[in-house]
């Protein structure tokens, strides 16, 4: 893992030079903030549930099963700018979805979730369909 790495988030390029300068790996509570803190791009819901999102620093959340059906998709991605990335990864999540997906597009700036309300969101969704395990 290179900090150049340009398939890298934001997030995972500050791991990589911390651990590259010799630095700790330890959990940073500050890095941990920046990372919750960053604006949705995408935020797709089915039957009001988030199901998948991708994050202006093209980070995404989806399920296994949706990674595994879209993964084929990254080498088509290869020369895409990070915008053109993110919006693609939406797309292709948007058509796994098909038309019972509720999309709501925040893009590259202005107001948007962040992050850590979403992940909060979909885990909180998620823990209330299993009983509160």
Known sequence: MSPGDPKLSA??????????????????????ERNRAVPAHTVIRQNGRIVAAVWRDGQTLMSNAMAAKIRGFESQMAGLNDAARRNAIAEAMIRELGPSATVERYGETGPAPTK?????????????????R
């Not at 700790?24 to 500050?30: C, P, V, W, Y």
């Not at 992940?119 to 823990?127: D, G, K, P, R, T």
């Open 116 to 132: 850590g309300e979403t992940v909060e969101e979909f885990s909180q969704a998620n823990l209330r369909a299993r009983g509160g």
């Open 11 to 32: 997030f995972a390029k500050e791991l990589a030079a911390r651990t590259e300068a010799g630095g700790s790996t330890a959990f940073d509570e500050a890095a941990a």
